[in-house]
Antibody
Framework: EEKVVESGGGLVQPGGSLKLSCEAS????????MNWVRQAPGKGLEWVSF????????DYAESVKGRFTISRDNAKNSLYLQMNSLTVEDSAVYYC???????????????????WGKGTMVAVSS | EIVLTQSPGTLSSSPGERATLSCRTS???????LVWYQQKPGQAPRLLIY???SRATGIPDRFSGSGSGTDYTLTINRLEPEDFAVYYC?????????FGQGTRLDIK
C-alpha cells in the first residue's frame, strides 16, 4: 500500500518553530516530487510547498516564503517541513502529499496529488 | 496567481440524482492541469479526476469531468450516500498550485 504518515505537529507559541516530518512507504520515494498542503480549521486547502524528487528544486507559497523550508532524505524515505516565525495564520492540518504523474499522449505529463497522509495538526497560540 | 472559483458553494441533492459542480479559473490553465478532489469530514482529500476528465484509479464511473479553457465541470451521476462531501478543484498549470474554495454537496 502506498502511504505517507505525517508527524511533528503540536501547539507552539507565535514566533516559534516546529519541524514536521513525513515518512513514505509502499512506493519508490526517490522517484516522486512531494508537497505540503495545509487546511485551516473549517477552511479550504492551501498548497504550501513542493520539492522535486532529488531535492534540487523547491517552491513555496508566498504566505510561507522565507519562513518555511522543505527538505527530504531519500535514504530515509522522509520529507520534512521546517517552520519558523510561526503566526496564528499558520494554524492548520498539514498534509504530506505525493505529486503523481501520468504520461499524456503528448510530450508532457499530467500532474496531480494522489497520495495524501492523514495530516498533522499545528496550532499556533499564546 | 490563478484564482479558482467554485460554484455553487453548497449544493443540496438527493441520492439517485445528478450533481453538477463548476470550477472557473481566472486564467486559462489547460485541461491537462485541472484536478478534482473529494474530502469527507475528518479525512484527507482523495484524488478523483485529473487532466479535467481522467478518473483516478478506483474512482467509480458515475464521476466524470469535463471542460476546457477556464470552465470545468465535475458531474456525479446517480448520487450515492457516500458521495456527500466537499469537492475541490485545483490547477497544476503554474505555481502557486491553487485550489478552489470548495463545493459542499449535502443531502437534501
Amino acid at each position: 500500500e502506498e502511504k505517507v504518515v505525517e508527524s511533528g505537529g503540536g501547539l507552539v507559541q507565535p514566533g516559534g518553530s516546529l519541524k514536521l516530518s513525513c515518512e513514505a512507504s509502499g512506493f519508490i520515494f526517490s522517484g516522486y516530487g512531494m508537497n505540503w498542503v495545509r487546511q485551516a480549521p473549517g477552511k479550504g486547502l492551501e498548497w504550501v510547498s513542493f520539492i522535486s524528487s532529488a531535492g534540487v528544486d523547491t517552491d513555496y507559497a508566498e504566505s510561507v516564503k522565507g519562513r518555511f523550508t522543505i527538505s527530504r532524505d531519500n535514504a530515509k524515505n522522509s520529507l520534512y517541513l521546517q517552520m519558523n516565525s510561526l503566526t496564528v495564520e499558520d494554524s492548520a492540518v498539514y498534509y504530506c502529499v505525493r505529486k503523481g504523474m501520468t504520461p499524456s499522449p503528448y510530450y508532457y505529463h499530467y500532474f496531480y496529488m494522489d497520495v495524501w497522509g492523514k495530516g498533522t495538526m499545528v496550532a499556533v497560540s499564546s | 496567481e490563478i484564482v479558482l472559483t467554485q460554484s455553487p458553494g453548497t449544493l443540496s441533492s438527493s441520492p439517485g440524482e445528478r450533481a453538477t459542480l463548476s470550477c472557473r479559473t481566472s486564467q486559462t490553465v489547460g485541461s491537462s492541469y485541472l484536478v478534482w478532489y473529494q474530502q469527507k469530514p475528518g479525512q484527507a482529500p482523495r484524488l478523483l479526476i485529473y487532466a479535467a476528465s481522467s478518473r483516478a484509479t478506483g474512482i467509480p464511473d458515475r464521476f466524470s469531468g469535463s471542460g476546457s479553457g477556464t470552465d470545468y465541470t465535475l458531474t456525479i451521476n446517480r448520487l450515492e450516500p457516500e458521495d456527500f462531501a466537499v469537492y475541490y478543484c485545483q490547477q497544476y498549470a503554474s505555481s502557486p498550485y491553487t485550489f478552489g474554495q470548495g463545493t459542499r454537496l449535502d443531502i437534501k
